[in-house]
Every structure is written in structure tokens, then in C-alpha cells.
């Protein structure tokens, strides 16, 4: 299985509210990541995780939270963005933090009123 | 600041030709990757080159790197209609030991648009 899912597809959700965004993946990977990316743009590293602990924090500010579970899921919980946040948010694996090929999710298409 | 930076921004052939993308590059490299992105969806691994390397090949897609001049290309041969998508070139920073961290950064990506 080669497959990393995210849920949900698409949501809709105001500045006020607190949504959270998922990731599995069940190829055995130790590295998993966040990424933002906004339209006819490349994918822009928001956090990464390397054995479950959070390695990578790239500046993102705090309306974002990381969480790994465990090894196979990741979370990306959301509070209070704005509409700028509005964006496709892609979850990605790899072996470990090693630099070579990663697996993308489908992506959660998030759009903030 | 981006690690590749790719040319052209956008591109439009017939299906059957050929695709040419360059990809420059700005610090050494451990490796440098290639992905496709359809429309709206998540990014597809293509093909990973090593900096020892100088070309390879998969199927229809032929890369080459050139660590002197910092740049890479990517060949589509015989292109088709579902071609179409956007590519990006991608590499991970290197540390020391001669490994390297798993932030990948991308390039601005070609828009191949191939015409059936």
C-alpha cells in the first residue's frame, strides 16, 4: 500500500471556528509533513516529523498545531485562521528524514470565510 | 529562497512532441527529485537523481543534471494528452555526514499543457 490519505477533500470553515485536518498512512514511513501550497504555486514545508516527534517547525504561526499520534497518522489542528490561510493542504511521507522521494496525500482543499 | 528555480514557467505542445524543463539550483546537493502534479491533487514522485549521477532515465522520462552549472532538465519523450499537469523539481538541503534533512524545497514548477 502506497497510499497516503487525507481527510476531508475540501472545507469550508470561519475564523472563528477550530477544524482539524488528517493524514494515514500505512507504508511503515518514519517522516511525515505538512505542507501548504496556494494556487499556481509550489508546496511551501510548514512542519515535519521524524519518529514522531517534530523536527521541522518553519516559522508557521500558532493558529496551526502539529500532532502525531503515532507512527501512520498526523494531525494538523486549526484555530482562528484568516482568510489568507485559504489554501491546498498536502500531507506527505517518506522512510525517514532522509531527503529522498516522498508520498503526497490527495490534499485538503481549505477555504476560510 | 527557493533551492530550484524552473524554465519555462509554462509550456504547450502537440501530443507526440517532446518536453524540455530546466531546473536551476542555488547550494550543493545531495540529490535532486522531479514531481508531477495534476490539477488540484497531490504531488507524484517522477524520478530522483543523485549528485554522483549525471543522467537517468524512466520509462519516457529522461533527466539529466549538470552539478557544475547547478541545473537539471527533464525530458518527456513522445508526450500525451494526460501529460498534462504541472512539474516541479525539488531538493533537500544537505548536512553533514553527507546525508540530508528531509525538507524538500521546491521549484516554481512548468505548466505542461499537451494538446491531443
Known amino acids: 500500500d502506497t497510499e497516503v490519505t487525507q481527510t476531508p477533500k475540501h472545507l469550508v470553515m470561519g475564523m472563528t471556528n477550530k477544524k482539524s485536518l488528517k493524514c494515514e498512512q500505512h507504508?511503515?514511513?518514519?517522516?511525515m509533513y505538512w505542507y501548504k501550497q496556494k494556487a499556481k504555486k509550489p508546496p511551501e514545508l510548514m512542519f515535519v516529523?521524524?519518529?514522531?516527534?517534530?523536527?521541522i517547525n518553519e516559522s508557521v504561526p500558532s493558529r496551526f498545531s502539529p500532532e502525531c499520534p503515532n507512527s501512520s497518522l498526523l494531525n494538523l489542528h486549526l484555530h482562528a485562521l484568516q482568510p489568507e490561510d485559504s489554501a491546498l493542504y498536502l500531507c506527505a511521507s517518506s522512510q525517514a528524514e532522509t531527503g529522498y522521494e516522498q508520498y503526497f496525500g490527495p490534499g485538503t482543499r481549505l477555504t476560510v470565510t | 529562497s527557493q533551492q530550484g528555480e524552473e524554465d519555462p514557467q509554462a509550456l504547450s505542445i502537440q501530443e507526440g512532441e517532446n518536453a524540455t524543463m530546466n531546473c536551476s539550483y542555488k547550494t550543493s546537493i545531495n540529490n535532486l527529485q522531479w514531481y508531477r502534479q495534476n490539477s488540484g491533487r497531490g504531488l507524484v514522485h517522477l524520478i530522483l537523481i543523485r549528485s554522483n549521477e549525471r543522467e537517468k532515465h524512466s520509462g519516457r522520462l529522461r533527466v539529466t543534471l549538470d552539478t557544475s552549472k547547478k541545473s537539471s532538465s527533464l525530458l518527456i519523450t513522445a508526450s500525451r494528452a494526460a501529460d498534462t499537469a504541472s512539474y516541479f523539481c525539488?531538493?533537500?538541503?544537505?548536512?553533514?555526514?553527507?546525508?540530508?534533512?528531509?525538507?524538500?524545497?521546491f521549484g516554481q514548477g512548468t505548466i505542461l499543457t499537451v494538446h491531443p
Open positions: 507504508m511503515g514511513h518514519r517522516a
Open positions: 516529523y521524524s519518529y514522531e516527534k517534530l523536527s
Open positions: 525539488a531538493a533537500p538541503p544537505p548536512r553533514e555526514g553527507g546525508t540530508s534533512y528531509g525538507k524538500l524545497t
